[in-house]
């Protein structure tokens, strides 16, 4: 089949029933994911390049470009839609970011859940922290990006969101309310998560963290503290030396290597292939591991499968509540569970 470029009228009309269907009803029924780059600046409206070019080859050559049939991916679609007179451009105000929400939702919750001026310490605070957070690469930040303006408007949105707001309603998105939601839910846990991405931007030790689009739409993952705060999590427990040192101490023990959870041994499941294999997972909470030592009674020995599903919605369960799980479901009694023997060290009798 042709692909052909595609006219001003057409990509016109485009907009026009994206406009009519909002973004997201616009997307979905054309199959597209939401993309934060390479926007269509159109009129005050900010549009998505690929989808809008994709559809309006319909109007031009008779049927939908998908996301994947651009050749050039999205420079493909760019250059038609410049061709064509339009301006491409970054977002004025990209989506904000869970971590950013959370540091915006802890003023907010520290100011008896009322929106913040522009002009209070607080906000300048904000700002400085999100700049530092760097949830976007420099590339897409506009020079008002997560301003002291914007950083107030957030707080405001996220305010209107709370249930004994009063006032008018405002512009705010779905994440802002989650947030919100987890703050009203778990107020502690939540404020911790602020306090410890707060304090590591500012002593460094919590690197800045751009959104990576692939990433963002595969991570089967739940962590309601945030990106950052679970990258940390991710590292201390892929740190290969503690790893080692956990395998060895468990071994001295005369422990087997096998998942704390459903039991799974990779050495005896796959022999010499998977013979010392094993993952390690940071049993403690991501709002209370806070800087310092990994310990290894923190660490659980558990398999990839059990490990995948632990981070995969929150609140994450422990090895020994999804070992619960995995009992239930096979519908036997803990006694009746095959165990892994241990490891025999010592010549057996
Ligand atoms: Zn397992
Ligand atoms: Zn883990």
Same mark, same amino acid.
């Given at each position: 089949?042709?692909?052909?470029?595609?006219?001003?009228?057409?990509?016109?009309?485009?907009?026009?029933?994206?406009?009519?269907?909002?973004?997201?009803?616009?997307?979905?029924?054309?199959?597209?994911?939401?993309?934060?780059?390479?926007?269509?600046?159109?009129?005050?409206?900010?549009?998505?390049?690929?989808?809008?070019?994709?559809?309006?080859?319909?109007?031009?050559?008779?049927?939908?470009?998908?996301?994947?049939?651009?050749?050039?991916?999205? &420079?493909?679609?760019?250059?038609?839609?410049?061709?064509?007179?339009?301006?491409?451009?970054?977002?004025?105000?990209?989506?904000?970011?869970?971590?950013?929400?959370?540091?915006?939702?802890?003023?907010?919750?520290? @100011?008896?859940? %009322?929106?913040?001026?522009?002009?209070?310490?607080?906000?300048?605070?904000?700002?400085?922290?999100?700049?530092?957070?760097?949830?976007?690469?420099?590339?897409?930040?506009?020079?008002?990006?997560?301003?002291?303006?914007?950083?107030?408007?957030?707080?405001?949105?996220?305010?209107?969101?709370?249930?004994?707001?009063?006032?008018?309603?405002?512009?705010?998105?779905?994440?802002?309310?989650?947030?919100?939601?987890?703050?009203?839910?778990?107020?502690?846990?939540?404020?911790?998560?602020?306090?410890?991405?707060?304090?590591?931007?500012?002593?460094?030790?919590?690197?800045?963290?751009?959104? @990576?689009?692939?990433?963002?739409?595969?991570?089967?993952?739940?962590?309601?503290?945030?990106?950052?705060?679970?990258?940390?999590?991710?590292?201390?427990?892929? @740190?290969?030396?503690?790893?080692?040192?956990?395998?060895?101490?468990?071994?001295?023990?005369?422990?087997?290597?096998?998942?704390?959870?459903?039991?799974?041994?990779?050495?005896?499941?796959?022999?010499?292939?998977?013979?010392?294999?094993?993952?390690?997972?940071?049993?403690?909470?991501?709002?209370?591991?806070?800087? &310092?030592?990994?310990?290894?009674?923190?660490?659980?020995?558990?398999?990839?499968?059990?490990?995948?599903?632990?981070?995969?919605?929150?609140?994450?369960?422990?090895?020994?509540?999804? %070992?619960?799980?995995?009992?239930?479901?096979?519908?036997?009694?803990?006694?009746?569970?095959?165990?892994?023997?241990?490891?025999?060290?010592?010549?057996?009798?």
């Amino acid at each position: 089949m042709e692909k052909g470029a595609i006219s001003r009228d057409d990509i016109l009309k485009t907009l026009q029933e994206y406009d009519d269907l909002g973004a997201e009803s616009f997307l979905s029924l054309y199959g597209f994911k939401p993309a934060r780059k390479f926007l269509i600046l159109h009129e005050g409206k900010e549009y998505e390049s690929k989808a809008v070019a994709g559809v309006a080859h319909k109007y031009s050559h008779g049927r939908t470009l998908k996301w994947d049939e651009f050749s050039g991916g999205v &420079g493909h679609a760019v250059d038609w839609l410049k061709r064509e007179g339009f301006q491409i451009g970054v977002p004025r105000s990209p989506k904000w970011a869970r971590d950013e929400l959370i540091l915006a939702c802890d003023v907010v919750a520290r @100011n008896g859940w %009322r929106g913040v001026s522009s002009a209070d310490p607080r906000i300048g605070e904000l700002s400085d922290l999100l700049q530092l957070l760097g949830a976007y690469p420099p590339e897409q930040r506009s020079a008002e990006y997560r301003n002291r303006n914007g950083a107030a408007l957030k707080t405001h949105n996220i305010a209107s969101f709370h249930p004994d707001y009063q006032g008018k309603p405002t512009n705010g998105g779905q994440l802002d309310r989650e947030v919100l939601q987890d703050f009203l839910e778990r107020p502690a846990e939540m404020a911790q998560a602020a306090e410890l991405i707060r304090a590591g931007l500012r002593s460094g030790e919590l690197q800045p963290a751009p959104l @990576n689009e692939d990433e963002d739409q595969d991570d089967d993952v739940g962590a309601p503290e945030g990106r950052v705060l679970y990258r940390r999590h991710r590292t201390r427990e892929r @740190n290969k030396g503690l790893r080692k040192k956990k395998i060895a101490s468990v071994l001295k023990q005369g422990g087997a290597l096998s998942c704390e959870a459903c039991g799974f041994d990779f050495g005896k499941f796959y022999g010499e292939r998977g013979d010392g294999y094993i993952e390690c997972h940071h049993v403690v909470p991501l709002h209370e591991a806070g800087e &310092g030592t990994t310990r290894l009674a923190d660490l659980a020995l558990i398999c990839s499968n059990c490990h995948r599903m632990i981070h995969r919605s929150a609140p994450w369960p422990t090895p020994a509540e999804l %070992r619960l799980v995995v009992l239930d479901r096979a519908g036997m009694q803990e006694e009746g569970l095959p165990r892994q023997r241990p490891v025999a060290r010592t010549a057996d009798k």
